[in-house]
């Protein structure tokens, strides 16, 4: 027997749980298509029937669905935001102006950036060109990079 890797056992499994479908060609279409997959991969029914007997019995889905980890990340995220006194930012500098500068260095170092919207990525990739060529960003920049900062955990001072 060939060692069965993770996307061949993959694609058994949804071929496999198609066999319980309503559709009686479906079935058949499965069961065409599982045995392709055996040829390619030099598998036989054999082969899945050892390793389903070899198992500990116990029917389990896949540990973490990606409900669970986005639900997992976002607990992870409001505890660190709880427990963040290390990332407080003055809020405003000698002239009285927000620190638009560290808001924004904050925001493209934080580990939680993965969680923004495409939009407010793109926001963040082209904001220190912004800042440099305006000094400060306009009152809607403005207000879109402290959501942002928020968002992402930042606090003030």
């Known amino acids: 027997m060939s060692n069965l890797n993770e996307p061949t056992a993959k694609r058994i499994g949804k071929l ?30 054999n082969d899945i029937a050892v390793v389903i007997e070899n198992a500990d019995g116990e029917i ?20 660190g935001r709880k427990e963040n ?8 500098d000698d002239d009285g102006e927000p620190r638009w500068n560290e808001l924004a260095k904050f925001c493209i170092g934080s580990p939680a950036r993965t969680t923004l919207k495409p939009s407010e990525q793109d926001f963040i990739d082209e904001l220190p060109g912004r800042l440099q060529r305006w000094r400060e960003p306009t009152r809607p920049q403005g207000g879109f990079l402290l959501s942002i900062f928020w968002k992402l955990g930042g606090t003030f001072k």
Do not use: W, Y
Request: net charge negative; aromatic share 10%.
């Open 85 to 92: 006194t290390g990332h407080a930012l003055s809020k405003f």
């Open 16 to 45: 496999v749980r198609m066999f319980g479908s309503s559709f009686e060609n479906e079935r058949n279409v499965a069961l065409s298509k599982l045995v392709t997959v055996l040829d390619e991969e030099s598998l036989t029914f």
């Open 60 to 79: 389990e889905q896949l540990k973490f669905s990606d409900s669970d980890a986005e639900m997992i990340f976002a607990k992870g995220v409001e505890k």
